[in-house]
């Protein structure tokens, strides 16, 4: 079945940003690996797909027999509804089917079968990118307005349709059209019976690795830690050396737990307006502009959200206390106290109300924000995470030489980290290798390499002048990943790969500026016997060209 047909032949009707409309060219760092091709495409049915996801517009339905149906409304109020089942002559195959011929249709379809099946594993990948970028669920004109405003934004749903249309190529042999007849009209009473799938289940799919990563909640990780304060609300702080994925960890927790995520970095040039919010001026009048403080405050007053502070040391000093103050805890009787203070005159018949739209709950603890024209913001503590990174330390450039006595007094968890966890690293690995079986023997292979380099770096026999650290690793996979896609065995490309990155990175200088051969020989060696001990399989990478 020929797929993607028609993706690229409707006018953008959504976002408006010059990069996504029809026939705008994919950024460079957009572009998927399952293709060679050059100059590609932005597909804007693909981009409404995900539209239509994100902001809960998709009915899905699904069978245990697996059969799935997508439905949803168009803007010209059309009823699309998109069928995917199992197939028994084949059950390699899987059979779809359309109710309207509306470009985003197949794209729908798409999406959730990455997000129930094992189907399109890439195509998950950049749903989950997508994903943390935007937040999920988000409101619409919040969507609407992203792309002005994260440019991440642009480059991950361009990845999206990138990705989804390659792989959809690819994967053509393996989906048969309503053209099978009898076949269908079997089938067709059952996906029309479906049972629904809930938001929440969508949810956990975007941001979950499935079986693959350890569950949450068993407390036997930092990123458990995390997952389980995030339940409660409260504040963390991640400290540790550059490339432990102190951020890429804050970046897994978000998309485990799917929460909102307002992000901030630290910088001496900051100013309180800056977090807080400020007037802008404006034609006929000046509005108030939320800065990104107020707007978590704001989020988390309807649903959990994570507050990310990189950096936090590199604020200055007397910053941090726009931090400190807006961590203090209320109860809620401290909370309508502070209400009745600065609304006395207020009548009690529009005071009551007020504080109940406020207040949501009597038995929460609160954080408040006060904003310069004088109004409040009140987040229960139960919806609003902080999680804040640094690099503590001398040999660190920073602004503030230590933490602040009053922010470390109000932080529930410091962490340290002297290494990645694994559970963070390797869905980020596979994203990089490819979810193909070259990506996962890759991914493997470097994981383990990885693993052994730094066991050896603890016990100091090998003369190592520091461990394999996942930047490295990162870029380890992807100089292999191109070596095979060129048509090199996965043993000669990990190796090849290995001298250029993780052999450099380890393996100490010796006083006229060479590598010291005797430890480089030995990490080779140590590779080889990582290689020995895997199964490696010589499989042609899947490339195909529009």
């Not at 693909?46 to 949803?72: D, H, N, P, R």
């Not at 089938?187 to 975007?206: L, W």
């Not at 963390?236 to 994925?245: D, E, I, S």
């Not at 450099?504 to 080779?524: D, F, I, S």
Request: with cysteine; aromatic share 8%.
């Amino acid at each position: 079945m020929k797929i993607f047909t028609n993706v690229f032949s409707e006018a953008e009707s959504f976002f408006n940003h010059p990069e996504l409309r029809k026939d705008a060219t994919i950024r460079q760092a957009a572009m998927s690996t399952l293709s060679s091709k050059g100059k590609r495409m932005y597909s804007t049915a693909i981009g409404k797909a995900y539209v239509y996801l994100s902001t809960g517009e998709l009915t899905i339905l699904q069978t245990k027999e697996g059969s799935i149906k997508v439905s949803y409304m168009t803007s010209d109020n059309q009823v699309v509804e998109a069928h995917s089942l199992p197939n028994r002559a084949d059950p390699a195959k899987r059979l779809w089917m359309f109710t309207h011929a509306d470009p985003s249709a197949q794209p729908a379809l798409a999406i959730v079968e990455a997000l129930l099946s094992p189907n399109w594993p890439e195509t998950m990948m950049a749903v989950r990118q997508a994903a943390y970028e935007s937040g999920h669920p988000v409101p619409t004109d919040e969507l609407r307005g992203l792309p002005g405003t994260n440019d991440q934004f642009v480059t991950a749903i361009m990845h999206l349709s990138d990705t989804m249309y390659y792989e959809g190529k690819a994967q053509e042999s393996l989906i048969v059209t309503e053209d099978d007849k009898p076949v269908m009209a079997d089938y067709h009473t059952k996906a029309t019976t479906n049972d629904g799938v809930r938001p929440e289940r969508i949810s956990k799919a975007i941001s979950a690795e499935g079986d693959r990563l350890a569950q949450p909640g068993s407390g036997s990780s930092n990123t458990d830690l995390l997952i389980q304060l995030t339940q409660r609300g409260g504040v963390a702080m991640l400290v540790g050396p550059p490339a432990t994925f102190k951020t890429e960890t804050v970046k897994y927790v978000i998309m485990k737990t799917g929460s909102q995520v307002v992000k901030m970095r630290g910088s001496p040039g900051v100013e309180d307006r800056d977090f807080i919010g400020t007037i802008i001026p404006g034609d006929p009048t000046p509005h108030w502009e939320d800065g990104p403080l107020a707007r978590a405050f704001s989020m988390a007053y309807f649903k959990p959200t994570i507050i990310h502070i990189d950096e936090i040391l590199r604020y200055l000093p007397e910053t941090l206390n726009t931090f400190i103050t807006a961590m203090d805890e209320l109860s809620y009787n401290d909370a309508l106290a502070v209400l009745k203070s600065k609304y006395h005159t207020m009548p009690a018949n529009e005071f009551g109300p007020m504080v109940d739209s406020l207040l949501q709950r009597k038995d929460d603890r609160f954080y408040m924000l006060e904003l310069p024209n004088g109004q409040m913001l009140f987040a229960p503590k139960r919806h609003l995470t902080w999680m804040m990174t640094t690099n503590w330390g001398e040999d660190h450039l920073q602004v503030a030489n230590n933490v602040d006595s009053a922010l470390l007094s109000r932080t529930d968890l410091i962490i340290d980290y002297t290494r990645a966890e694994r559970t963070v690293t390797q869905p980020i690995y596979q994203d990089v290798a490819g979810s193909d079986t070259v990506g996962n023997e890759l991914a493997k292979i470097v994981s383990e390499f990885e693993d052994a380099l730094y066991h050896e770096y603890e016990k100091g026999e090998m003369g190592l002048s520091r461990p394999m650290d996942p930047r490295k690793s990162i870029a380890m996979l992807k100089a292999a990943r191109s070596a095979v896609n060129a048509g090199m065995s996965i043993p000669d490309a990990i190796q090849q790969a290995a001298s250029v990155t993780a052999v450099p990175h380890c393996v100490p200088r010796a006083p006229n500026g060479t590598l010291v051969e005797a430890t480089k020989v030995t990490v080779l060696n140590l590779l080889k016997n990582v290689l020995k001990a895997t199964t490696v399989f010589n499989v042609p990478s899947r490339r195909v060209s529009k």
